[in-house]
């Protein structure tokens, strides 16, 4: 965010009405917006509320903004006050298209953790720093020099990148796919959007689980898709939970996240998923399995994917390197019957022309790397210690006041809090003591839940962290 330069010799608050008038002319302030309140205002620029009361008056005498007790300050309608030229109604547009914006919930979070004031974050539902291949990346592009042609790649993907997903998916999914069944794409998220865009219409029935990672996601909104829980309980959904939702809305597609499920951490049960993969069959219905967690499994044999069970071509399989090496390389995937890979990779060529090949070079190298069992292994020790240290924090500082289901893979701890809180006000009072954390209602779960991802703070934060999350229960109980 910008802030006025105090070495300048210009005062701070020309500097301020200066910026404004600028950002109005630019139409980033629209006519007719609501500007920042005085007081408000002057705390996010860490200036004097009097400086900010300067500026505005200043503005007002030119004509750029008008203010109306109760109704806050406004841009004028006319800029200058008597141009008859209009800027165009950008609010409307904004407000406008078909596209959903993020819940306010994530955009408050987003806001906390831009501001790049030190906080810990128990929000975020990606890898530290210290958990990714950084070292491990920066020795295969020391030995393996990027010099390949920086043009367009086949839109389905980098062409090598698809074939060592073959060799990748068989060994650690145990499942069976081909270089033509195969869909690179930036991340699990652009897998969804993809499917939901051109695989339903809307007013299209699907069937998502409940709480989901998904109901944080406006794009099924945003398709007009009508969504219906599937509740999850420590064994993961009820496959005649999907039978009913067949019969009473003729559901056209179940979304799940059966290993280490987001956010709960449950594992589904080896029997549903055989009766579930029946029942998609008998009514053919398409499953889309979200499997970024499987390799995550602190201990024994990750969790087989329903795609390795799956014989008769019923499940869209997406997988990503986004929680087991790092998220912004941008890669993901997608298993699908080969008509539905060349749908969707025409649909995505029409919005970007395809990925970067340089991650995706990047990605077939460390695939190929002897690095990769090494990493996974370093990965899960820590993700378990993490766990851990959560876990120990939260008995200590919370006891009875908490209850959760102890994951045995993801990033995730799902928590239940015992006494009746209100999620706006414990989020509040939580910002205030430096830490952040995504609701429970975020994933369609009644208020009173909790999510927090240990992957992301540092080893020596989670406690401390913990201790500031009970002052602010503390505080919104009182």
């Given at each position: 965010m ?10 701070l608050f020309?500097q301020?009405a200066?910026?404004?008038e600028r950002?109005i002319?630019y ?9 920042p309140?005085?007081?408000k205002l002057?705390?996010?620029?860490e200036?004097n ?8 008056e200043q503005?007002?005498a030119?004509?750029?903004i008008?203010s109306?007790?109760?109704?806050g ?5 006319f ?6 030229k209009?800027t165009?109604?950008w609010?409307?547009y ?6 959903l914006?993020n819940?306010p919930f994530?955009r ?5 953790l831009?501001?790049g004031?030190a906080?810990i974050d128990?929000?975020?539902?990606e890898?530290a ?8 990346i920066?020795l295969?592009?020391?030995e393996?020099?990027?010099i390949?042609?920086?043009g367009?790649?086949?839109?389905q ?12 998916l068989e060994q ?5 796919a081909t270089e ?6 930036s991340g699990?998220?652009?897998s969804?959007?993809l ?11 699907v ?14 909104q945003?398709a007009?898709?009508?969504?219906f ?8 959904i ?11 809305h003729?559901?056209?597609m ?7 499920q987001?956010?709960t ?8 998923r055989?009766?579930l993969l ?6 053919g219905?398409p499953i889309v399995?979200?499997?970024p967690f ?5 201990e024994?044999?990750?969790p087989?994917?329903l795609?390795?069970l ?7 399989y ?15 995937w ?5 008509s539905?890979?060349s749908?969707?990779?025409?649909a995505?060529q029409?919005?970007?022309f395809?990925?970067?090949?340089v991650?995706q ?18 990965l899960?020790t820590?993700?378990l210690?993490k766990?851990?240290?959560?876990i120990?924090?939260l ?7 908490v209850t959760?289901t102890?994951?045995?893979g ?8 015992i006494p009746e ?5 414990l989020?509040e009072e939580?910002?205030?003591?430096g830490?952040i954390f995504?609701?429970?209602?975020v994933y369609g779960?009644?208020?009173?839940y909790v999510?927090?991802?240990f992957?992301r703070p ?9 201790a500031?999350f009970?002052?602010?229960?503390r505080?919104?109980?009182v």
């Amino acid at each position: 965010m910008w802030k006025p330069d105090r070495t300048s010799g210009q005062s701070l608050f020309q500097q301020i009405a200066d910026d404004m008038e600028r950002r109005i002319s630019y139409g980033e302030f629209p006519p007719g917006s609501l500007l920042p309140s005085e007081r408000k205002l002057a705390e996010q620029l860490e200036v004097n509320r009097s400086t900010v009361v300067l500026a505005y008056e200043q503005l007002r005498a030119l004509g750029l903004i008008e203010s109306q007790t109760g109704s806050g300050t406004r841009v004028s309608r006319f800029k200058w006050g008597v141009s008859s030229k209009h800027t165009p109604n950008w609010n409307r547009y904004v407000e406008g298209g078909n596209f959903l914006p993020n819940l306010p919930f994530l955009r408050r979070i987003r806001e906390v953790l831009q501001k790049g004031t030190a906080i810990i974050d128990f929000a975020s539902g990606e890898l530290a720093s210290d958990l990714a291949p950084n070292e491990e990346i920066r020795l295969i592009l020391k030995e393996q020099p990027f010099i390949e042609h920086l043009g367009y790649v086949n839109p389905q993907g980098y062409v090598p990148l698809r074939e060592t997903l073959v060799s990748y998916l068989e060994q650690y999914r145990s499942i069976q796919a081909t270089e033509s069944s195969i869909l690179i794409t930036s991340g699990s998220q652009q897998s969804l959007y993809l499917i939901t865009q051109c695989l339903l219409s809307p007013g299209d029935a699907v069937a998502i689980e409940d709480p989901s990672y998904c109901y944080s996601l406006p794009m099924f909104q945003s398709a007009g898709l009508r969504l219906f829980r599937l509740p999850v309980d420590d064994k993961g959904i009820k496959p005649e939970d999907v039978r009913a939702l067949y019969k009473k809305h003729r559901i056209r597609m179940v979304f799940i996240n059966p290993n280490f499920q987001n956010p709960t951490g449950a594992v589904f049960d080896p029997v549903r998923r055989t009766q579930l993969l029946d029942l998609a069959a008998e009514l053919g219905i398409p499953i889309v399995e979200d499997d970024p967690f499987s390799l995550t499994a602190y201990e024994g044999t990750p969790p087989a994917p329903l795609k390795s069970l799956d014989q008769h071509g019923s499940v869209i399989y997406i997988g990503s390197l986004s929680k087991i090496a790092a998220s912004g390389l941008r890669i993901g995937w997608m298993v699908a019957p080969h008509s539905v890979v060349s749908r969707l990779a025409d649909a995505r060529q029409q919005m970007d022309f395809g990925l970067s090949v340089v991650p995706q070079r990047i990605a077939v190298q460390f695939l190929e790397s002897p690095y990769v069992e090494p990493h996974l292994d370093r990965l899960r020790t820590s993700l378990l210690f993490k766990r851990d240290l959560l876990i120990g924090a939260l008995e200590k500082e919370l006891g009875d006041d908490v209850t959760f289901t102890v994951p045995q893979g993801g990033l995730h701890l799902w928590c239940k809090i015992i006494p009746e809180v209100n999620d706006s006000k414990l989020l509040e009072e939580a910002i205030k003591r430096g830490i952040i954390f995504v609701p429970g209602s975020v994933y369609g779960s009644d208020s009173g839940y909790v999510r927090f991802t240990f992957a992301r703070p540092s080893q020596e934060d989670i406690v401390p962290g913990i201790a500031k999350f009970a002052e602010a229960l503390r505080a919104v109980l009182v």
